[in-house]
T-cell receptor, first 109, second 115 residues
Framework: DAKTTQPTSMDCAEGRAANLPCNHSTISGNEYVYWYRQIHSQGPQYIIHGLKNNETNEMASLIITEDRKSSTLILPHATLRDTAVYYCIVRGEFNQFYFGTGTSLTVIP | GAVVSQHPSRVICKSGTSVKIECRSLDFQATTMFWYRQFPKQSLMLMATSNEGSKATYEQGVEKDKFLINHASLTLSTLTVTSAHPEDSSFYIC???????????FGPGTRLTVL
């Protein structure tokens, strides 16, 4: 079962920052938080992952709370091509990924 | 880097036939590969985990005799759907990871339609 909960859907204006929250209150000390996105009828695309420090790459930033029970993915300047379903994942005992329902992000022109 | 391919991208078959889907890691050695299934408007469901050279571990409710998984090399895993039925029609996606990392890299998926 997925260890994360996310809002079902969100809208964001093009050019604005998209902030996607995720709760993972049962995360244990050595488990990473992963973010992927899936554009319709394609395989999921890796975005970013982190353990406890904030992370940034060319796609996004990941902010993890100090107690690690939640995190936020930030797309700094959303474009129409960022419209997708975003999944926050904490791996299972044997490195499996159990996907939750994700957040369907719609970027509005 | 970390590119995963799947073949075929689409397949249509008759009920009762078997279908093989290939998953390849193109630029890295995948010690572990995963197979997922996704029905329309639903999330990905993990079917099985396979490590190179050993038997796959199936998730609860997934029939191992129906979904045969082979991971014979560090770059190739195959999923064979045996005696396919219309309810097996779905989007099948594989992913691969390499030693010492949990990051999974996903293939583009295979759309299976069983008539």
């Amino acid at each position: 079962d997925a260890k994360t909960t996310q809002p079902t859907s969100m809208d964001c204006a093009e050019g604005r920052a998209a902030n996607l929250p995720c709760n993972h209150s049962t995360i244990s000390g050595n488990e990473y938080v992963y973010w992927y996105r899936q554009i319709h009828s394609q395989g999921p695309q890796y975005i970013i992952h982190g353990l406890k420090n904030n992370e940034t790459n060319e796609m996004a930033s990941l902010i993890i709370t100090e107690d690690r029970k939640s995190s936020t993915l930030i797309l700094p300047h959303a474009t129409l091509r960022d419209t997708a379903v975003y999944y926050c994942i904490v791996r299972g005992e044997f490195n499996q990924f159990y996907f939750g329902t994700g957040t369907s992000l719609t970027v509005i022109p | 880097g970390a590119v995963v391919s799947q073949h075929p991208s689409r397949v249509i078959c008759k009920s009762g036939t078997s279908v093989k889907i290939e998953c390849r890691s193109l630029d890295f050695q995948a010690t572990t590969m995963f197979w997922y299934r996704q029905f329309p408007k639903q999330s990905l469901m993990l079917m099985a985990t396979s490590n190179e050279g050993s038997k796959a571990t199936y998730e609860q409710g997934v029939e191992k005799d129906k979904f045969l998984i082979n991971h014979a090399s560090l770059t190739l895993s195959t999923l064979t759907v045996t005696s396919a039925h219309p309810e097996d029609s779905s989007f099948y996606i594989c992913s691969a990871s390499f030693r010492d990392t949990d990051t999974q890299y996903f293939g583009p998926g295979t759309r299976l339609t069983v008539l």
